[in-house]
């Protein structure tokens, strides 16, 4: 017998692994609410110029959720990614106090 035969006999004859394929599990990143918070001072067409600009919202769209906005002190202008959402309350925050109204933005994990 050779020594070639030998090794392999020595390592239990032939292969016989299983080859797997293991797919990476890629997890969906997290989402969070960009939210305008009600004040008695920011006009409320500036809410709405607001979200038709950083949110792309439509007129119609825009006044219903600073209608929801005005009327329960809160309502959401979307769902992003964190650093798209981190990006907007800047955008907004910055926006509103360029135009010395005290309108508040912030987001939440969803």
Do not use: W
């Amino acid at each position: 017998m050779s020594d070639d035969r030998r090794r392999g006999d020595e390592d239990g004859g032939v292969g016989t692994g299983v080859i797997t394929k293991s797919k990476p599990k890629t997890k969906k990143p997290s989402l969070y609410k960009v939210l305008l918070l009600n004040d008695d001072y920011t006009p409320m067409e500036f809410v709405v110029h607001v979200l038709e600009r950083f949110f792309n919202k439509g007129r119609d769209e825009a006044t219903v959720i600073m209608l929801h906005v005005h009327q329960h002190g809160v309502g959401i202008c979307g769902l992003y990614t964190y650093e798209v959402a981190e990006t907007k309350v800047t955008q907004v925050m910055d926006f509103a106090r360029q135009h010395q109204h005290p309108l508040q933005c912030t987001m939440e994990r969803e």
